[in-house]
């Protein structure tokens, strides 16, 4: 295991840190460690990415990227298609 010294915390962080250790029963030390570990902990999950509903991973493939004239025109043309169905007498499946 290795050794870390860190220099020039104030008095004030090391009498908290110290008060903090003796409410645990533990040492300075091994306080010092705990807190640190426990900031690395937070530190690491606010780097990795929040994962994707599957929801949010279906919607985002679904999406209409394109103009939306297009879409207004494709739309145009199947509600025109539509209109020109009307009347027409539906085939029995033989």
Do not use: C
Not at 31 to 54: H, V
């Amino acid at each position: 295991m290795g050794d870390l010294l860190v220099r020039n915390i104030s008095d004030g962080m090391k009498h908290d840190l110290s008060l903090a250790a003796e409410r645990a029963g533990m040492s300075l030390s091994d306080k010092a460690k705990e807190l640190l570990y426990q900031g690395l902990q937070r530190e690491g999950k606010d780097i990795q990415p929040k994962a994707k509903s599957a929801w949010e991973a279906l919607r985002q493939i679904t999406l209409w990227t394109g103009p939306d004239d297009d879409f207004s025109k494709i739309l145009d043309e199947i509600e025109s298609d539509r209109k020109k169905d009307l009347g027409r007498p539906v085939e029995s499946p033989e």
